[in-house]
C-alpha cells in the first residue's frame, strides 16, 4: 500500500533540516517565519513550528523558499543522510 509519509510518519523530509539549519543560524521559529515572509512566502511562526515537527507537507514551492532563507540547496534539505537518519 502507498503511503505519503516517512518511516517514522512525518509529513515530510525536510523538518529536521529546517529546523538543525534555523538553529545553526542562531534563528528562531519566529525569525525564520519572518525572513520567509520578506521573501514572499505566506507562513507563520505555527507554520514553521509544524514543518520542523514533522505534521504539516511542504510543497515544492515551500521548499525552494526554505531553500534561499536558510542559504542551503534543495537537495541538503532533502538529504536526511547528513541528519544521520
Known amino acids: 500500500m502507498f503511503t505519503n509519509k516517512t518511516e517514522d510518519g ?3 523530509l525536510c ?3 529546517v529546523a538543525e539549519r534555523r538553529k545553526d ?3 528562531s521559529q519566529r525569525a525564520l517565519a519572518d525572513r520567509l515572509q520578506r521573501e514572499g512566502l505566506d507562513v507563520d511562526k505555527n507554520a514553521v513550528q509544524r514543518i520542523e515537527s514533522g ?3 511542504v510543497t515544492d514551492i515551500e ?3 526554505l531553500s534561499k532563507a536558510l ?3 534543495l537537495q541538503e534539505l532533502l538529504d536526511q543522510t547528513e541528519m544521520g537518519n
Open 55 to 57: 505534521q504539516r507537507f
Open 71 to 73: 542559504d542551503i540547496t
Open 10 to 12: 512525518r509529513n515530510n
Open 63 to 65: 521548499l525552494k523558499y
Open 25 to 27: 543560524m542562531g534563528l
Open 15 to 17: 523538518g529536521c533540516k
